[in-house]
């Protein structure tokens, strides 16, 4: 079956420092792969989609890179800031475009003065 | 901010008792989902709708039922609350032309005593 591999340990970083988070898949590699931030006791909120034909996408501090040779995915956030501080999801949709996404169970990053 | 609502946001009901989880939104997204998370735990599907009149079951197996009358509603009921179903719900919507990025609602913690 499909399987999703997210750091279960929480990532301690300094403010300003990069933090650096890992996403590993099994079996079928997905059309897409989808980053999320969950607060506690709220929704997950979307924060990048990257394609399989594409191997780095941006949005002002974050960058995801996705390669499906080694079926990973990292998720990178600079000068990494307190309210960065959350539980980030790796989301993976195996069905070939059905949107039915598989989340890991996701890295809580804490980001200390 | 998502327009998706979710209503009530906590429930503590005893055991034996129907419940509804009512979910909507504002989008006008054709498909919208359930999950169930547990505390420090990745989010289950349970349910999932491509369009009005139109619902699957997810990957994780689950006593509720969903119906799908108007696009913008997607209510899930219990029809005898236990306390195995003592959890998150968490219901969320996308639409193909976004990228398949789905929005969630803040969601409903169930205590079943």
């Known amino acids: 079956s499909q399987k999703i591999e997210q750091n279960s340990e929480a990532l301690n970083i300094q403010e300003g420092k990069t933090a650096t988070l890992t996403c590993n898949y099994t079996?079928?590699?997905?059309?897409?792969l989808q980053w999320y931030r969950q607060d506690p006791g709220r929704g997950p909120v979307f924060l990048l989609l990257?394609?399989?034909?594409?191997k780095e996408k941006r949005k002002e501090r974050l960058k995801v890179t996705f390669d499906t040779t080694l079926k990973q995915s990292l998720f990178h956030i600079t000068a990494s800031q307190p309210a960065d501080s959350a539980t980030y999801l790796c989301a993976l949709d195996f069905t070939g475009g059905g949107n039915k996404l598989t989340f890991g169970t996701g890295t809580q990053l804490k980001v200390e003065l | 901010e998502a327009d998706i609502y979710q209503t009530p946001r906590y429930l503590v009901i005893g055991t034996g008792k129907k419940i509804t989880l009512e979910c909507s939104q504002t989008?006008?997204?054709?498909?919208m989902y359930w999950y169930q998370q547990d505390p420090g735990m990745e989010l289950h599907l349970i349910h999932y709708s491509y369009g009005v009149n139109s619902t699957e079951k997810g990957d994780l197996s689950s006593e509720s039922t969903v119906s799908r009358i108007r696009t913008e509603h997607f209510p899930l009921t219990l029809e005898s609350a236990r306390p195995s179903h003592t959890s998150q719900y968490l219901c969320?919507?996308?639409?193909?032309?976004?990228?398949?990025?789905?929005?969630f609602g803040p969601g409903t913690r169930l205590l079943v005593l």
């Open positions: 990257i394609r399989e034909n594409e």
């Open positions: 969320a919507s996308s639409d193909t032309r976004e990228q398949e990025t789905q929005y």
């Open positions: 989008m006008g997204h054709d498909k």
């Open positions: 079996n079928y590699s997905p059309a897409y």
